[in-house]
């Protein structure tokens, strides 16, 4: 598979994670908002409408998420659990 394509499954699996988190009242307005940026800055870096980023700088975005980790693990055990 090439970049593009982890990249673009990459941005869908976060959207996904963001909806979960979002219907499950698992996040706040701030990381909401930083979430749905850094979505947004990935989805512009895969159209090719923003510059290049550098390997770094798409690891901070996915890493936005990582720091609502907490969140995302409280919505799998509910998933488990029931």
Do not use: C, W
């Amino acid at each position: 598979m090439s970049n593009q394509v982890y990249l673009n499954d990459s941005i869908n699996t976060l959207k996904k994670i963001q909806e979960e988190m979002e219907k499950h009242d698992d996040i706040g307005s701030s990381t909401r908002m930083e979430l749905s940026r850094a979505i947004k800055q990935l989805e512009l870096y895969a159209l090719g409408e923003k510059e290049d980023m550098d390997h770094n700088e798409i690891i901070q975005l996915i890493g936005k998420f990582i720091g609502a980790m907490p969140a995302i693990a409280k919505l799998i055990e509910m998933f488990v659990q029931h």
